[in-house]
């Protein structure tokens, strides 16, 4: 049911930037994303670099999806939508990921990347236990200032910030696990609750998906 609710508010975010074109999921898992675009008509291709993964999408939903090398081979300025959720911070080599993505989309086209927030009210909370840190599978986390800082340099503008509330509440659960809390799932839900109050004063959410286009030549 989560999950299906997941993917019906990603995709309202994605259809009120564009009624429909060729949408690239880079980190697209087993494809239940893909798969709902595909079913509205999108032209999907998913990126994932994950075997089983990656075969589970080709077979069961017949998405098409390559592997990660694969992302130097597609078309310069071919894609309306590229989405990472929940990727960029496994990403290795940011810098060259964001160059990536940028000469893919086009010149219209809305790049959403979302991200946990190391400045959240669950971060704050669970500090070392949290569970957006993931260590050592996320390279990186990243405060909203620090995105926008990374967006700046490589010429893309932020033109919305907006939240993944659900995320606050499955985040608190993997960390009360961590600190193998009594009652994990009765915390998990109250601590879930105060990061989205804190968050709905400050807009740190647990999660955050930026939304961005690329900045307009200046000049004529």
Known sequence: VLRNINIKQKYKIVSELVGTGKILDIGCGTGELL??????????????PNVSARNFARTRYHLKVEEEQGL?????????????????????NVNQRMTEIKRLLKKEGSL???????TSWDAAFYK????????????????????RNLAEKHDLQIINILPLKLDAFYVSLL?????????PLFRAFLNGIRS????????????????????KDKGL
């Open 35 to 48: 798969n709902y675009f595909q079913k509205q008509n999108w032209e999907c291709l998913g990126i994932e």
């Open 72 to 92: 130097q081979y597609l078309s310069t300025a071919s894609f309306d939508i590229i989405s990472m959720w929940h990727v960029l911070e496994h990403v290795p």
């Open 112 to 118: 959403i990347i979302a991200l946990p927030n190391v």
């Open 128 to 147: 070392g236990y949290w569970a957006g840190l993931d260590v050592p599978r996320h390279l990186y986390h990243f405060s909203p200032q620090a995105f």
């Open 175 to 183: 960390s009360e696990r961590y600190r193998k809390s009594g009652f």
């Open 196 to 215: 989205n109050r804190a968050a709905a004063k400050t807009g740190n959410y647990s999660s955050l998906i930026y939304v961005l286009n690329k900045k």
